[in-house]
């Protein structure tokens, strides 16, 4: 990503973590903890600019009661230590009702477990879908503080399966980041790609921010293997992705939703990523996603409405902004429990932007229902705040992503179950 718009979301985050919690009389500050740095920092600044941009058209559109919201935007340098102390700060000195964030799992996590769930502080991650996060909401250790805008990994790997039996990748071998992401993702891809009759030549995790993978791209071609999924992040991934070419490996490759990526694509080459397939969280086209991918370029300053995490990370603001109006305060307990009522069936629907936003403050001033039908589409959260959608099913053509297909949540369901 640009690295002017790097400098300056570095900079709004340091002036951010001096301003008080109320920047102003009644303005009511959100937690935010992204990956502005790191090998998921393409994801952050996306993500930050994404909410920063629902804040903008929310506030424009009356904020709550005339109070704005604002962000106070902290990096977590993509690391799980330096995000729980950002976000203890965030709640202990802030005083914030609410933590949008992390982005990746391995942030997300331990801000949940050491943090907002002791607290009592809401958590909204825009792309964290580890099923972990499910797991922790079913054995009771959230405090039903958490949501997420992005559907889990046990949905995705199996869809993934799928998609690389059509594309014909029935051998392949596998390279992923060795946290708990990239294992969870690894699992249920497994089981489903097995079931359905593929073959798994090899599965090499790795560490992190490493200068060179030449070892394990060597070691992932024992085997044989047709093709390679990787499953990584941006950066880290275009250096697997070279060593793995550059040592003989087939220039076939299934991609995790991170990898929908202008800079992985650059940084590897694109003659290189001629049948590159992916998968990502999908998206059911509304009024918000037109308006989010006429205005979202502009507003960020040339990042793309494509640009991994930005779409639901303009919905995970979206749907704060507009719980705490439904709450009327700033207070944890009453924003948890507006989270789902603003995305519930039954409610009229209202989409982004600010006339819209304007539509939603009304109605819930004269004490309606609403549901808010986002940038990835009519969405509503379960008793463990995870979501369903569709899969979208994308391939690298000329240096460019394309949609080539979708797969419903049904038919990944029937999958898993073995239909």
């Known amino acids: 990503m640009r690295s002017t718009f790097l400098l300056s979301a570095m900079v709004a985050a340091l002036a951010a973590s001096t301003a ?16 502005l740095t790191g090998p998921a920092g393409e994801y952050g600044q996306a993500g930050a600019k994404s909410v920063e941009m629902a804040f903008r058209d929310f506030n424009d559109a009356g904020g709550v009661n005339g109070c704005k919201v604002v962000a106070d935007t902290r990096d977590s340098q993509s690391q799980g230590n330096v995000a729980v102390d950002q976000a203890t700060q965030l709640v202990n000195i802030k005083k914030v009702p609410v933590i949008i964030g992390g982005i990746i799992s391995s942030v997300s996590i331990p801000i949940l477990t050491s943090v907002t769930a002791p607290a009592g502080v809401v958590q909204v991650s825009p792309a964290s879908s ?7 909401g079913r054995t009771g250790k959230t405090n039903g503080v958490f949501f997420r805008t992005i559907t889990s990994d046990a949905l995705q790997g199996t869809a993934a399966a799928k998609y690389a039996i059509d594309q014909g990748l029935k051998k392949i071998a596998i390279i992923n980041v060795n946290n708990d992401f990239g294992v969870n993702m690894v699992r249920e891809f497994e089981t489903a790609y097995k079931k359905l009759g593929g073959t798994i030549t090899s599965t090499t995790p790795y560490n992190e921010k490493q200068s060179s993978y030449a070892s394990e791209a060597s070691a992932a071609m024992a085997g044989d293997p047709e093709a390679l999924y990787l499953v990584s992040t941006p950066v880290d991934g275009a250096t697997i992705a070279r060593a793995w070419v550059s040592g003989g490996g087939p220039a076939k490759f299934l991609l995790n939703d991170g990898m929908n990526s202008k800079d992985f694509i650059e940084s590897v080459g ?7 397939y992916g998968t990502s969280s999908g998206t059911s ?5 037109e308006y989010f991918n006429s205005h979202y370029e502009a507003f960020s300053g040339g990042i793309s409405p494509s640009a991994p995490a930005a779409d639901r990370s ?4 979206a749907i704060v902004a507009l719980a705490i109006a439904k709450a009327g305060k700033s207070d944890a307990a009453a924003i948890k429990a507006a989270m789902p009522e603003v995305v519930a069936e039954g409610g009229t629907p209202v989409h982004a932007g600010k006339e819209e936003f304007a539509k939603a403050l009304q109605l819930i001033k004269d004490g309606k229902p609403v549901k808010y039908e986002g940038v990835i589409g009519p969405v509503s959260f379960d008793e463990y705040g995870d979501i369903t959608g569709p899969f979208r099913l994308w391939k690298i053509t000329n240096g460019e992503i394309t949609t080539v297909g979708e ?13």
């Open 130 to 136: 580890s099923p972990t996060l499910t797991e922790l």
């Open 285 to 289: 086209p509304t009024a918000s996603t």
């Open 20 to 35: 008080p919690t109320f920047a102003a009389d009644c303005d009511i500050t959100v937690g935010l903890v992204m990956e």
């Open 270 to 276: 694109a003659q290189y990523l001629e049948n590159a």
């Open 314 to 317: 303009y919905d995970a603001g």
């Open 407 to 419: 797969l419903s949540a049904d038919e990944v369901g029937k999958i898993k179950a073995g239909k």
